[in-house]
Structures are given as C-alpha cells and as structure tokens.
C-alpha cells in the first residue's frame, strides 16, 4: 500500500488465512452449511470550522455461519475466522438448530437459499489507489473555507467516508459468491445564527450524496460550489418567513423525494414486514397479500423500480445474502402495486412475488427483507414547467425530519427550504417547511413527474430494521414530483 | 469466560502500550457480547441467531495529534497482536500529516476497577416451550435477547476498567383486533436483574396481567378529531418524548454547535415547570459508571432541576475543545452527548388515581417513530402506538386509531404539565443497532394539558 493512499484496499487472502482449512471443514459436514463472510474497512473523515475532526478508521471482519436442518435454517456468527474458530460456531449453530427447529415458524426448502456462483465489484474500483489523502483533505479544506461567506456562520461541517467492503459467501452445496464493494458519502452543512434563531442548511440534506464507485467520487469543485450555496440560503433563512400553513400544491425535490420514497414505499412493501415479522418493532403495514396486483398505490404516472444494476447506485448488488440473484423489477407500474420488496423465504412464505432482497447489514446479523436501490421513474415534465403549474404553494428541498406510524400510513415530513410557489413562479424562500398526509391518499395526489432533466440520485447509509437491530444501505433516485393539496404548515412554537 | 475475557483485554492492553513510544498515548475502549437472539412471530420462532463479537477502539495520540480506530477481535491474542501493530503502523504513518487536534481526549488518572457478573447456564430450549407454550391462542410478536455483555477501558497511564454482566429481556406484543376488525396491541416487557430457572413464573403473571389490556382493545375505535387534549403519558410513552430529547437536548457539544433544542432552556430565557428535575444516575445500575474514555461521571448528576438548567452533559474531547470541565458525559453518536442513566424525578400523583385524575382525555400507553418537526422550539412530532384508550370521566371506554401529535417541549413540560406520578418505571434500553445498548431510563408518568393530536 502507498504511504499517500486513502483506501485500504487489503487482500481478503490476507485476513482469511485458512480458508483451504475452511473449505475442507465445510466439506466434512453432513447438513447444508453456509458460511458469510463479511469484512468492512471503513474511513471517515471531516472538517469543522476549518478544524480536523479525529480521523477514524473501523475494520469488521466475521462470519456468519448458516445451517439448513429439517426445513430451518438457524444463525450463528463470529469474528474468529479461524477454521476452529468457524468449527465451533458450526457446532452452536446445529446445537441451536436441534434444540429449538421444534418451535420454528415453518420450514423453507432448500432453494430458499440458491447455491449461486458470481462476482460483482462496484464500478472503477481499479481507480481506488489512485485517491490520496492530499485529494480527501484537499475536498474537507475547500469545502469548510466555501462556506465562510458571512460571521453569522458559525458551523461550516464537511466529511468524506469511505467504507471497503469485501462479501465472501461459500457453501458445501456449491455457493461461491464473491462480492466486492466500495461505498463513499460525502456531507456538507452550515449553520446561520442571528439572534435566537438558528438555520442549518446543507448539501442536499444529512448525509444523502452515497455512491458506490471510484475517484469520480471526489467531486471537489462542485462540492465546494453547493456548500457555498448552502451556506447562502442558511443566511437567507435567518430573514425569511415561517412556511405558510394550509393546504397548498407541493412540488418535492429529488433531495426529500429520497425521505418519501424511503418512508412511504420502501417500508411498507417489505414483505416480511406485511407478514408480521416486524410488528414488535418496526411495525406492521397497511398493505395486504391480496393487494399486489391490484392496489392503486399511485396515479397514473407514479412508477417506481427496485433496480440494483445501477452500480453507481448506493444499494447494487448482483446477488443478496441469501444467494438470489439481484435483477431489476417493476414495484409500482402506472399507480398499480405489482410486486412486493421480499425475498426468496417471504416469497414462499406468502406466495406473493417479490425480488432479491435479504440482506444483512454486516456477518453478525441474519439477512431480512431490505429495500435496496428504489426509484421513482422520470416523467415528462420539465421542472419550469411544474412550477407554472402551481398557483399557491411551495416548492421543498433537502429532508431535515421525518415520521411515520408503525403501518406506514400517517407520515410527517421536515425539510430545510422551501421556496414560495405563487400563480406559477418562485416568489421568495420560506423557512421549516413540513407537511403531513396518509400515504395513499399522498401517492394518489401526484400530480406530475419531472423529466430526466430533473432527477437526482441519492441514498442513505442509516436504514434501520430488525430484531436485533441492523443498518443497511440504500440507494434513491427520482425526479421532481408535483403534488396536489397537501397539508402545509411551518415551525415555531406550535403546530 | 468473561473471565477470560477480561484477562485478554488486560493482556492486549499491556501489549500495545509497551510497543508505544514516549510520544504516543493510547485509550482503549473494549465492547462485546456474547448474546443468543431469538426473534418470535406468532407464537414461534422465525429467527434463531447467535453471535459473540467482540471489539476494541483506539484513541491514538501522538504530539496532540489524534486518530480512532475500531478492530475486530477474535481474542486471540497472537492474532489481534499482529492486526494491532499493523494499524498501529497505519497510524504512525498518519498522524504527522495532522494537526494538533483540539478534541484530544484526556488521560485521567490511572485506577482499577473490574466488576463481573455471574454467567448461568441457560437452557434455550426450555426458554422457548416457555413462551411458546404460553403464546397459545395468542399473536405474540417478541424479541428475546441474553448473554453476557461487557465493556472495559484502559489507557497508557495505567487505567484499567472493566464491567461485564449477564442480562437478558424479553421484549414483545400481542396482537388482537377490534370487533370492526381494526387491528390492536398490547406491549409488554420483561427482565431480571438476574437469570432465575422459573422466570417464566413471573413472565405469564405479566401476560395474564396483559390479556385484561387485550379485551379492552376488542371494542371498536373510538374516533378522536384533531385537538388538543388533556393525555396521561404512561412512563414508556413519556421515554419516547425524552429520547427524542437525547438527540442533543442535553449535549454541550450540540448546544455550542447551534443543534440543541433546548438552547432558550440553557441561557435562561425560558424555564420548564418545577415539577421537571431530570438527572444522570449512576446509581440506577442501568450502565457502566464509566464512559469510553474511561471517565467517572458523578453518580448523580442533575441536568435539569426544578425546571431550571444545571447540566449539560460534557465529554473529555468536548471539554478539551471549548476549555471546560468534563463530567463525564458519553459521546453518542455525531460527536454529541447523550444521558446513559436518566431519571426524571417522580411527583405526588398516585398511580391509582391517574384516570381518575385524567378525567376525559386520552390514555397514552406507547410512542412511535419521534423526531424533532422543529428542533429549535423543542417540537416534537410522532405517533400513539399500542394500548391507547379514550377516556371519559376516568373511565377507559376505547381504544383510539393511531394518532400523530406534534408537541412542543417547553410547553409540555412547562404550563401544560399538571402532574407525574408517585412511582417511576425502570424502562432498560433495548437497543441492539450493531451491538447490545447498555443503557436505561427510570421515568413516572405525566398528565398534561392541550396535548395536540394532528392527523
């Protein structure tokens, strides 16, 4: 590795130095036995008032170990990766297995967990060595200094973090899968203070620039251009009017579009969550086995895709934990509900199709049913052409809150500006735009799409799901979407 | 074996701070588990998943310039060695190019302390004909968590500290529906502060106590328009509003960055009612004393009295960069404290007496999915979820639809508090975001006026 290098780049040979050992272990057992390996190099790194934040580097190495006894399959995961280390968790698991498959929900066949083959890697790793410290501090320093524009910024944040992440599944029934990830997010916000009032606006809200890929990554002078702009309209905002509260026509930038899709799409579909398996958490849904293939979710012109081909796209993939292999699907189709976000198990479970989407956030978690890279599709309708189409309302951008009850129907949303609508043009910018609604009735309002012109690609890395807990990766492209009278209203005091 | 374990962590401890050199310091922070997770749908176990992990993260410091690093550890020792020294030459190579850091965490003062627990032998088996024989004609949803968890600190000066525990909760719902076919549920939780074979006793005690909530949730819905109302916040309803507050409410750091929402609070300008003393207590046994840096917190350290600011909580990197005194605060996530032990003082309301005392309003059993709509004014918006009752005259007469509320904190817990109960629940966190939390709140339930409901 070059002293100057930014990521690790580090063989995987180099941390699983008995996998020969391994694979003969495997060999000699007498259920099905899968074992995940999973290890992440993850690097973070920011600027605060032109200040280095403590670098930080995280490694995870493990394994979860998988066996199939009699219809179940039971979990099992370590970090010692030795071949006695994984003979042990082996035996746990099938000691798990024996003792408690009795009081299993119901059983799976085999083909729940496809023995697949494959490789993936995310675009232009080969670039990776070629990004240096000098470049990654080069972006934190420039971007802190683009946001000095007035004293009245007293916080001016900038991060990079890049997370390396080796997937290594095989199987004594002939799973060799080898995934190869490199996943980079980048931040910048500041905050304005006059006074008592506080405003902090940032590069298209917390942490929502992630992509999978290389150098091309390193966006240094756009990056610089819009914390400059955000630090702009965080003054701004200090002086502008609270969002005017009524019910008003809504146009959603791609930059909250991300928050809508995420919260009032992605989750409800999770099969596994339709079927009860997140109730004591997460929640339930509204959406039922009998409404795929018939639900009108949308207007017409709402069409949303569960698509992990796109590989600059944070959640690609070629096949999830569980083997399947990862295609593009039609979710929502013309308004219509065709498929559900549910693998290979809640498929059987339910009889319902789904896609190829169990994954796990890292080896010590099960995989479950995760949305992954879900968009809405591009329409038609260029985005000076929604705005003429608004005669009272606002136009908001960059998610700042969200909520939404355990069914995903009632949702509140937050967002850091808004900007005035009135007889279709721009007339100022508002400040702590929110708006609430129930989900159908929502999606049913969509009045018009914007056009590719208009969409933007974004993801998050803090999907949270599951008992015990995980943290996935997600990826949400859309364009500009117009809806029509929702429930508008700002901040202070009250509601 | 947590024996064991400490005896590692001990060993790479001294290991790594002999290869140092004299410009270099380190703190290290372990964490681990070794916890066997059950996940129940319907009665029966949809998910069996073990894990034992265990980690370490640095806080490497050479000439006032600083890096974290977080390593897996597979306890054994050779091998954690060599993955250390490796790091440690990436670190080494690193931190020349740095500047001085004005977050360096501080090395306090060597002591020792080592606390471990028992750990039982624990028959899963008989664990799960337990629930699973008392989930009979019930849509139980649950999640079983047990195994030890531990945590250690140590740092080149001499500090050694390690607590390890064997704990275990079952956290669950029963789901029913109402007679229009709505559906309904009633949350439930059990733990021990230690493993007991006929805990199982106790456990469908608490399930029978339960199924009275679940006949009440059989009636239709009672229809609540937007409003404000007078509502009764149960002790976990009240923890969902307080750990929204977590999210910076009590951080110096988050105040000194334009994030707390409790900013009017700290400079005076507003106050909350005198019947809110809120405080970190050590004493509670909900988490280790000592927080990742090593650092002793006072056992009691009030953060809101009577209303009126004290504390704000204060960790040794935000210490060091705006020139106070740490007390010990934890670094949570995004670089701000969080409470790790909180209490809210009870009142003088007797439970018994609280329907009574609510009159005609709305019961709140639980909260779901907080987050600030305002951060700034401390507003907060989320769901009722569960066991939530309309009332009328101190009488449950039906259960409510989910409702959204968007609250504003000052008023909450200011001119709109009327009364919090006599007795606080111990609420344990049951977090397990990568590993187990160790943390927890003890909380009374609140009586409030103009409460607003949304949509």
């Known amino acids: 590795m070059q002293k100057n290098q930014f990521p690790l780049r580090r063989s995987l040979e180099a941390d699983l130095r008995e996998l020969s050992a391994i694979r003969a272990l495997l060999e000699r057992q007498t259920a099905p036995v899968t074992l995940r390996f999973h290890r992440e190099l993850q690097q973070t790194r920011g600027r605060r008032n032109d200040r280095l934040e403590s670098p930080s580097l995280w490694q995870q190495l493990g394994v979860m170990v998988e066996i199939y006894h009699h219809g179940v399959i039971t979990y099992a995961g370590t970090a010692d990766v030795s071949a006695a280390g994984i003979h042990r968790t082996i035996e746990k698991a099938r000691r798990s297995a024996e003792a408690l498959g009795r009081h299993s929900l119901g059983s799976f066949q085999p083909e729940v967990h496809p023995s697949t083959s494959g490789t993936y890697e995310s675009p232009h790793l080969e670039t990776l060595p070629q990004v240096h410290f000098d470049a990654v501090d080069e972006l934190l320093i420039e971007t802190n200094r683009s946001m000095a524009n007035s004293d009245r910024i007293t916080q001016r944040v900038s991060s990079l973090q890049l997370t390396e992440v080796d997937s290594l599944t095989i199987s004594n029934t002939g799973a060799h899968r080898h995934q190869q990830f490199a996943y980079w997010t980048t931040a910048a916000a500041a905050t304005a203070e006059k006074e008592n009032e506080v405003q902090t606006r940032s590069v298209n809200g917390s942490h929502s620039h992630c992509y999978q890929g290389g150098i091309e990554n390193l966006h240094i002078q756009k990056l610089c251009r819009d914390a400059a702009q955000a630090a702009d309209e965080a003054l701004a ?74 590989r600059h796209e944070f959640a690609a993939y070629a096949f999830d934990d569980t083997g399947a292999r990862a295609t593009r699907e039609m979710i929502i189709e013309k308004g219509i509900l065709k498929r559900a976000l549910g693998s290979l198990e809640s498929q059987a479970r339910s009889g319902v199709p789904g896609v190829a989407n169990a994954r796990a956030a890292s080896w010590n978690r099960a995989p479950i049913d995760r949305m992954a890279n879900l968009n809405v599709e591009p329409g038609s309708t260029s985005l000076p052409d929604l705005i003429s189409q608004v005669e009272n309302g606002v136009m908001m951008m960059a998610n700042t809150s969200w909520s939404i009850d355990d069914y995903r129907d009632k949702f509140q949303f937050g967002c850091e500006i808004g900007h005035r609508i009135q007889n279709g043009k721009i007339t100022g910018i508002v400040k702590n735009p929110n708006y609430r609604g129930r989900t159908l009735q929502f999606w049913r309002s969509l009045k018009a799409v914007g056009d590719r012109s208009t969409v933007e690609v974004y993801g998050s890395p803090y999907c949270g799901k599951g008992e015990p807990s995980q943290i996935i990766r997600v990826g949400h492209a859309s364009p500009a979407c117009l809806f029509a009278g929702l429930n508008v209203f700002g901040g202070g005091q009250s509601c | 074996m947590l024996k064991s374990v400490q005896m590692f962590f001990e060993s790479y401890s001294q290991n790594l701070f002999q290869s140092l050199t004299p410009e270099e310091n380190l703190i290290l922070q372990m964490s681990g588990e070794e916890c066997h997770y059950l996940r129940w749908n319907s009665g029966r176990i949809r998910q069996s998943t073990e894990v034992e992990q265990f980690e370490v993260t640095w806080t490497y410091q050479w000439k006032e310039r600083q890096l974290e690093l977080t390593l897996q550890l597979t306890l054994n020792l050779q091998q954690d060695l060599a993955l250390a020294q490796e790091f440690l030459e990436r670190l080494r190579a690193q931190a020349p190019l740095l500047e001085v850091s004005h977050q360096l965490a501080p090395l306090i003062q060597a002591e020792r302390h080592v606390s471990i627990g028992a750990v039982p032998q624990r028959d899963m088996a008989e664990v799960a004909a337990t629930i699973e024989n008392a989930s009979q004609g019930l849509d139980l949803v649950g999640f079983w968590a047990s195994g030890p968890i531990l945590r250690g600190v140590s740092h080149s000066q001499g500090l050694f500290l390690f607590e390890a525990r064997d704990t275990y909760f079952f956290d669950y719902s029963i789901f029913t529906k109402t007679s229009r076919e709505e559906n309904k549920a009633v949350k439930g939780f059990f733990s021990e502060s230690s493993w007991q074979e006929d ?122 960069e705006y020139q106070v005194i740490s007390n010990g605060g934890e670094s949570g996530g995004w670089g701000t404290e969080s409470p790790r032990s909180l209490e809210m003082l009870p009142g003088d309301l007797a439970p018994e007496k609280a329907l009574e005392t609510l009159g005609t309003g709305i019961w709140v059993n639980e909260v779901h999915y907080c987050n600030y709509s305002d951060r700034k004014s401390a507003r907060i918006t989320g769901m009722t979820r569960y066991a939530c009752f309309w009332v009328e005259n101190g009488e449950i007469i039906a259960p409510i639809e989910d409702l959204r509320f968007d609250v504003n904190m000052y008023n909450l817990f200011g001119e709109d508090l009327i009364a919090l109960t006599q007795k606080a629940q111990d609420l344990r966190d049951v977090g397990t975001y990568h590993l187990r939390n160790w943390a927890g709140n003890r909380l009374p339930g609140a009586l409030v006026r103009n409460f607003e409901f949304t949509l």
């Not at chain 2, 608490?206 to 409003?227: F, S, Y």
Request: glycine share 8%.
């Open chain 1, 237 to 310: 905002l200090l002086a502008a009017e609270n969002c005017p509260s009524g019910e008003m026509d809504v146009i959603l930038a791609p930059d909250q579009m991300l928050l809508q899709i995420h919260e009032s799409i992605g989750h409800p579909l999770e099969l596994d969550r339709i079927l009860g398996d997140e109730r004591n958490y997460a929640g339930w849904s509204f959406v039922k086995l009998e409404d795929f293939g018939q639900l009108q979710y949308g207007s017409e012109l709402l069409n949303v895709s569960f698509d992990p081909s796109l």
């Open chain 2, 199 to 320: 805990w199982g006793v106790r456990w469908q005690e608490q399930l029978q106590h339960l199924k009275k909530d679940l006949e009440i949730l059989t009636r239709p819905n009672h229809a609540v328009p937007p409003g404000k109302y007078r509502t009764y916040l149960s002790p976990s309803a009240l923890q969902g509003l307080i750990d929204t507050l977590k999210w910076g409410g009590f951080s110096y750091a988050s105040y000194k960055t334009g994030q707390c929402p409790f900013k009017d609070l700290i400079e005076k300008r507003a106050r909350l009612s005198k019947l809110v003393t809120l405080r970190e207590n050590f004493t509670l046994g909900f988490a280790p004393h000592f927080n990742s840096l090593g650092e002793l917190p006072p056992e009691i350290l009030p953060l809101i009295e009577q209303g009126e600011h004290r504390n704000s909580l204060i960790c040794g990197k935000t210490a060091k």
